[in-house]
């Protein structure tokens, strides 16, 4: 079993290195005691073996070791820790990649064998004497990794250390000493902030107090300056880590100076993160023991933090996103101790005329409402007043965050006082925004927040404010009807009437008795709408309105109702009208074409058609002509139904239903002879020619095939199932569903896509189990969906992938996650034009899970 180890351990190829470590792995978590063995026994004859292939069984065994420690022998313990601290110290050069595979090892076997652990390592940490790196690393690591284990070695571990410090001269035994100092400081907070949990529950922060200050003082007072950045960050992170274990006195007696020393570090250091997060610890640590100096910093504190917090966030960079993330947890800590010096900062910054300043300060007033309740809770209505002015604002960027802050308010109680109802307003007139972009266009900066991105965010606002703020339905109902009239709400109409119904059905169900509305005895829009469509001059946009409601009414008989109401009532004369009817009747055919058509159908064969016999025909011409327009009304609505149609289901329906029923009001044979002769600009002229033309060259291509990316989403994880058979069916499904997406962009039936051709020859790979040839795979045919997919299907082919990430098979799940990731680097941008608050969902990375 040694020579194929000997021989692939050698291999230079890193595939082949990683499947050896697999294989030893498999044949370890079987026979631990063996397999271990056979690595020291290897490891020991072949002392002068390459750093690269001693590393690959290293790692091997600490794999071992942390998946099987109960089951490894004591003695067997024993040896591997002394082969694992001989290969980590046996060089007195600093070997990454070697020693820090062997410190590995150490860590994993110190989980449960800490005291063994610790004999060897205090061994080569012996007083006066500079340690090897690793030591002090393994250190490091191990109080981080078994807590509970190591701190009670830290008294003495410090008082060793502290004497180290002035020895160490190069600077990365400095960096090595000062990240020890932070993971240690972080290990004894935890301990004390566990002690019901801790093995002695007797251990104080004060036990610490005096080593940990001395540390303080040489890191503080001479390593902070050093000119090595990577250095100051690490000095600067571990600083903030003792803070927390000086004693009051000493930390008060530092603040004057510590707190201006950091914040020269943002000018020193393109990272901020380590900083900011040094800078929270500080002021954490400074309000927990009440310090009275911490006021005379403020002024420069809130400076240099409003800088941060106004610096933009890129979310493709984690660091960017956590320093944001720290400076507004800085915020927080200082509205504790003095909420009214920086409620009153923060507001006067957002007067200032500086984009970025006002996006920062919005950022900070929506975290503090968020986190600081009690602490803003008599700061409301002052904040009310104030967000009015970004309100005005004209950016874009500016009115994003201004949205998230109402967003924080509605959730905390400030929607409902007094100057509430002009934020619900400036949500609604946002989701009425028209497009910034025609069809095809694309913003040239990739920071720009369009007009249909805020326009989609207000409308996930309403809904979720609708949905999940209880106490908001006051607030909403019936508030949001008077929005539904004024035409500069018009785009709005669609969000507006889904709220509506949401909040008239949870009212209704809870027998509120604010659900009955003063204007009328029943509170149904619809009901509301068409009582009162006489007296409104907005007759188009009402019926829009009534067309959009009847979309999500369940309630069959209701529709018909309110259609036969629609078309029996209106007046056909009108023209306005008799759009506004059509335009109403299309909508609701798109959630309810059967009896749309049905009641259509119906209409046409009703005694509105029929010319009422009149005394001695005098009123015969007017009879014509009133028919006339109703015919007219009737051919808008089949047309208004064939645009707003579900486009699967319409393609059945022009010929049986529509072109059948529109045939026989249709009497005029020739629209342009009809036309005078003596006049060429006539309107009708163009729409002819414009149909004919459409008719003579039919356009396949404006119909979409809606479902494409729910069904691709349900069957690409499949295409690695743990059944052969059904990997090769899903990859025939993926292949089909493109060329009938090919059909319907309006391609000919013998066109040939090399990109989808190229998934036949996925099924032989698909026939190997391999799991780096499924991950291949699987990246290929996404690269193949993502080309053929339509922008608008998009988001749906993601949101199917989510819930593959939870598939019954893992190997389905694991292929869901390599889709995912790779069509979020091929197409992620794009999201954003699907109207996705992308920053807000996905500002987490997806990452490939490993096979």
Known sequence: QTRPTKRHSTDKDAEVQEQVRKSMLTLGKQQPDRVLAMCQDYLMKH???VVTHRVVILQTIELIVGCRIEEISYPRIKSIISLASDEMTRSKEVIPDWQQAASNILVAVGNKHINDIMEEILSKFQPGLLPHFFVVQTLANLSDSNVYGMVPFLNAILGTMLPML?????????????????????????????????????????????EIYAAFDILFNNWLQSRESKLRLTVAEAVGSMCHLMTSDKLEEQIPKLIPSILSLYKKNNEHYII????????????NMGSRVLETQLDSLLFALHQQVSAPVDYSNPPTVKNHNEVLRCFSLLANSFPDRLVIFVLQKLENSNERSRVGSLAVLRHLINSSTSTMEGKKLLILASIRQ??????????????QVISAMAHHGYLELEGGELLVRFIVQHCALHDTYQRGQRPTDPEEVTNESLRAMCDNTLHLLTTTVGRLADVLWPKLLYFLTPPQFSNATTPLCKSLIELGNKKKNNQDPSFNIDFTQEAESTRYLSTYNNALEEKSFLYRCIGVTLQQCFNKELVKKQLQEILLTARHNDA???EGVAMGVGLCANSHLEGTLAKLDEFGKSDAFKKSPSIFNLLKERNDVEVEKVKSTLILCYGQVALNAPPEKILNRIDQDILRCISKH???????????ADSLRTPVRPLVMATCANLMYPSSNMVSFH????????????????????????????YTLLYIQLRYEGFSLDYKDEAVDSLLPLKDRLENPDHSVLYKTCSDLTKVMSKRLPQQQLSTLVFMLFEGLVDSQTNCCRASSVILNTLLKNRGGGLQECGWPWEETLSWP???LRW
């Open 390 to 403: 970004p309100m005005a604002d004209h950016s874009n960027k500016v009115k994003k965050r201004v949205i």
């Open 666 to 676: 249709f009497n005029t044979k020739d629209f342009i002879k009809a036309e005078p």
């Open 47 to 49: 002392p002068k073996l």
């Open 276 to 287: 900011s997060k040094s800078l929270c610890q500080v002021i954490d640590a400074s309000v």
């Open 846 to 848: 997806v990452r490939s």
């Open 576 to 578: 306005i009208e008799r």
């Open 166 to 210: 002035s020895m160490a001269k190069q600077d990365n035994m400095k960096w090595v000493f000062s990240s020890a100092l932070c993971h240690f400081s972080d290990s004894i907070l935890e301990y004390l902030a566990n002690l019901d949990k801790a093995p002695d529950p007797t251990v104080r922060k004060d036990t610490f107090s005096s």
């Open 707 to 734: 479902n494409l990316g729910a069904l691709l989403g349900r069957l690409s994880p499949r295409c690695s199932d743990p059944h052969p058979a059904v990997r090769t069916a899903a990859v025939d499904c993926i």
